[in-house]
């Protein structure tokens, strides 16, 4: 492990691929990976950086059909949770039926070339279904999520969660507007953000320290509503794929004291994903 970490952090945004012959990808599926990237090599990873629990978010690759993802949460039921892709008419039966396997939440993607994007009145009467379960939202887009999709969002009854600190382009500085508007939603309680995909927001490549300040910047004005994950395995990645143990080594950059790295690898994954309190550091505070 490059760094040192306390029990029970947690890598909040990975994916899981195949295996295909078990698991095949869907026949509509926007990409499909050339390797597979099974549970088991996901585990060991995660061992390795000192990373205790996990959430899997729900690839496009696979589809609306969640068995990839409920497989890998069933082989390490207390530690690892999902997020899952559905159709917004999805049945009641269902959400609770995933919600017992380990889900916590549904993620819309609004990026271009990850396939139809469901509107968000729908989005949002979905949400109020999602509420009693204690589900949220999460989700993916490029800059103009934040201005055109998102506001939206501030109508949610449940948390909304925006992906990879909203695809800024670290090149733009901290004072761009897509930047400012991604504070100005995150001012509201209701929205937090995960500060993953530095290596998708960077210009410089590694190690990322045109995008580090953005992490810093959120970690320090909203460190209760942040969330870390590494996006193993880099799925649709246009530069050269990270080194994992170089993702990790941001983390100690980016929450520079060991109250915020508590709150970032673990209190704040417990509160949102509901991990149990074996490892409370009795400072998070209720959503």
């Known amino acids: 492990m490059t760094t040192s970490l306390p029990p029970g952090a947690c890598n909040a945004h990975c994916h899981v ?15 499909v990976p050339e390797q597979d990237a099974p ?12 990373l205790q629990r996990c959430v899997i978010v729900q690839s496009t690759c696979h589809g609306l059909d969640n068995s990839v993802t409920e497989h890998a949460i069933a082989g390490r039921p207390q530690d690892y949770r999902g997020i899952a892709l559905v159709r917004p008419d999805v049945a009641d039966a269902e959400l609770a039926r995933l919600d ?28 109020r279904r999602m509420a009693p379960l204690g ?6 887009g490029g800059v103009q999520l934040l201005t055109e999709v ?34 100005s939603l995150l001012r509201s309680r209701m929205f937090w953000v995960k500060v993953s995909g530095m290596d998708r927001i960077t210009r410089q490549g590694p190690p990322y320290d045109d995008a580090l300040p953005f992490a810093a910047a959120l970690v320090e004005e909203f460190g ?16 050269p794929v990270p080194v994992e143990e170089e993702l990790a080594a941001q983390i100690l950059r980016m929450a520079p004291t060991a109250e915020a790295v508590q709150r970032l690898m673990v209190d704040n994954p417990q509160r949102l994903y509901r991990f149990d309190s074996r490892f409370d550091s009795r400072m998070a505070s209720p959503l």
């Open 224 to 239: 209760d509503r942040v969330v870390w994950g590494n996006d193993w395995p880099h799925p649709n990645h246009a530069g």
């Open 39 to 50: 549970r088991e090599a996901l585990y060991v990873l995660n061992d390795q950086l000192g």
């Open 100 to 127: 017992a396997a380990g889900f916590r939440g549904a993620r819309f993607n609004y990026m271009g070339h990850l396939g139809t994007q469901a509107p968000v009145a729908d989005v949002l009467a979905l949400a």
């Open 17 to 31: 691929f195949g295996p295909r012959d078990r698991f095949p990808y869907a026949a509509n599926a926007p990409f």
């Open 135 to 140: 589900w949220h939202l999460q989700i993916h």
């Open 150 to 183: 998102a506001p939206a969002l501030r109508a949610s009854p449940v948390p909304v969660v925006i992906d990879h600190i909203g695809r800024v382009d670290a090149g733009l500085g901290l004072h761009q507007p897509a930047f400012d508007a991604l504070r």
